[in-house]
């Protein structure tokens, strides 16, 4: 392959975003080059003419910030003529407007077309979701110190036309923004369109698979930055999800993941915290809320397809977690594209969904609460997050012990804010596989003995225990297997919550 070719490669290729990243063997006379580097390419010969639009004051002064009324639609760019945009930054005020992220929607439009290639609210777009705004680094997309980076390269052949429509009730005050691409008298006609396509689906559907994008031609898919949120708050349960793409018509999937965080090349529910890398990260991590914003560019295993994909994801692990759901998936494809789903004229449904408080029993002791300090002789002790079976438990978790015989123990601190004698109350939870067993307060049995089997998940009504005698601070009581149902398949415990009333 000769050095012109070499370069006429990389120019269109745009650092193997668009074509296979493969090796090239070079002349005699000349160095060997790799496509698989941004950096290989450097030193050659570039095309085109140098094009850059912007928002710069046109009269020469430092105004150089377009405002955008609410409901106004501003032409960011209208170019006619072949090119190959390489990176457009924008920057925002008022900064960091959840409003603005989330109803300020982009569009652009390649060759004429009267329906749109992008169209995605400005925050998703850039790969981070819920309105907010969140510094991360990856190749294609980044927000940096205020600013918001995009470098998937979008070629055209006759035209360009990018809009920014604020659909909110606030003012976009200053909208800046720069576009740099190359001009071209002409491109290779194989030369794929950029697409990104905004979807939402809140709440999820139960029993059916969360749809990232649906497309019908001959292209690739290249990532997806996708937007998950417990309806209920807190807990991660959505995350047992898997992926599943089916390509050109098939009816089962050619890829079909272990996990969610496990597509997003993490594990473990993200429980090392947030990141970003070069093409895979986590920008929102939030228990509180029960949100994940993460991103995954499929750039060195882009996924072609020549009739259809449908790339798919699980909330949970048979979609039994009502969730909020938002997506934005990148991909190329030769046109015309399948009409995008019909972009909501309602503005109100952009914006993130606020949970409402969890059910809480009043003046509850949280089992899950007592984690750190609770021991068992045998089994592992942790918290269940309950969201997923339905309401009635405090607080939505569980403290779950999983011992494996009779006799087990598990010890737990009651606190109590005074001295004196209480009525003790419990909440569990029955199950298949739970156990029987009795409370006990040092050598005296207290309350009844308990069976917690059950053919479905359900919590328990409240069961008394009886008055005990307790001390301010810690109290030790202690849980003891007695045995299972004969139609129990274990000896799992699930306990709610106590409280202890004077």
Not at 255 to 278: C, I, K, M, Q
Not at 287 to 310: L, T
Not at 406 to 430: C, H, I, K
């Amino acid at each position: 392959m000769t050095i012109k070719t070499i370069a006429k490669t990389l120019l269109i290729g745009g650092a193997a975003l668009l074509l296979p990243c493969l090796p090239v063997t070079a002349q005699k006379d000349s160095p060997a080059v790799s496509l698989g580097s941004p950096l290989a390419g450097l030193a050659l010969p570039k095309t085109g003419v140098t094009k850059h639009e912007g928002s710069w004051d046109r009269g020469g002064g430092n105004g150089d910030a377009r405002g955008v009324a609410p409901g106004e639609t501003l032409t960011l760019l209208d170019y006619n003529g072949a090119g190959i945009i390489r990176r457009f930054w924008v920057t925002i005020a008022p900064r960091s407007d959840m409003q603005i992220h989330r109803q300020a929607i982009i569009r652009m439009y390649w060759d004429g077309e009267t329906t749109p290639s992008v169209e995605a609210p400005i925050g998703d777009f850039f790969g981070v979701g819920f309105g907010e705004q969140k510094d991360y680094i990856s190749i294609p997309l980044n927000e940096t110190s205020g600013g918001y980076n995009c470098y998937w390269p979008m070629p055209f052949h006759k035209s360009a036309k990018w809009t920014i429509t604020n659909m909110s009730s606030k003012r976009i005050d200053a909208f800046y923004y720069n576009i740099d691409f190359a001009g071209y008298e002409t491109l290779d006609k194989d030369l794929r369109h950029f697409h990104a396509q905004f979807r939402r689906e809140n709440p999820t559907t139960k029993d059916k698979n969360y749809t990232i994008l649906e497309a019908k031609g001959d292209g690739h898919f290249v990532g997806v930055a996708l937007h998950m949120q417990n309806r209920r708050g807190h807990g991660f349960g959505f995350l047992e999800g898997d992926e599943m793409i089916y390509f050109d018509g098939e009816k089962n999937p050619s890829v079909n993941g272990t996990g969610t965080e496990d597509y997003f090349s993490s594990g473990w529910y993200f429980d090392r915290g947030l990141y970003s890398a070069p093409y895979h990260g986590v920008t929102i991590l939030d228990p509180k809320m029960g949100r994940v914003s993460a991103y995954r560019w499929h750039i060195e295993d882009a996924m072609p397809f020549h009739k259809s994909i449908n790339v798919t994801i699980e909330h949970g692990n048979q979609n039994d977690s009502e969730a909020d759901y938002s997506s934005v998936a990148y991909w190329y494809q030769s046109e015309p594209h399948m009409p995008f789903p019909a972009f909501t004229k309602d503005a109100s449904t952009l914006l993130p969904f606020i949970p409402p408080p969890p059910f809480k029993i009043t003046g509850a002791i949280e089992a899950e609460s007592l984690l750190s300090a609770a021991k068992a002789t045998n089994g592992n002790i942790d918290a269940q997050g309950m969201e997923v079976f339905g309401d009635g438990w405090s607080g939505d978790s569980q403290l779950w012990w999983h011992p494996t015989e009779v006799s087990a123990e598990l010890t737990l601190p009651l606190p109590a804010t005074e001295d004196g004698e209480f009525t003790l109350t419990g909440y569990f939870t029955r199950a298949k596989d739970y156990a029987k067993f009795k409370v006990m307060q040092g050598d005296k049995q207290i309350g009844p003995d308990i069976n917690l089997f059950n053919a479905d998940v359900i919590p328990t009504k409240a069961i008394t225990f009886g008055k005990i005698t307790v001390k301010k601070g810690e109290n030790p009581i202690r849980i003891v297997i007695t045995g299972k149902d004969e139609k129990s398949e274990g000896y799992l415990v699930g306990i709610d919550a106590f409280t202890l009333k004077k």
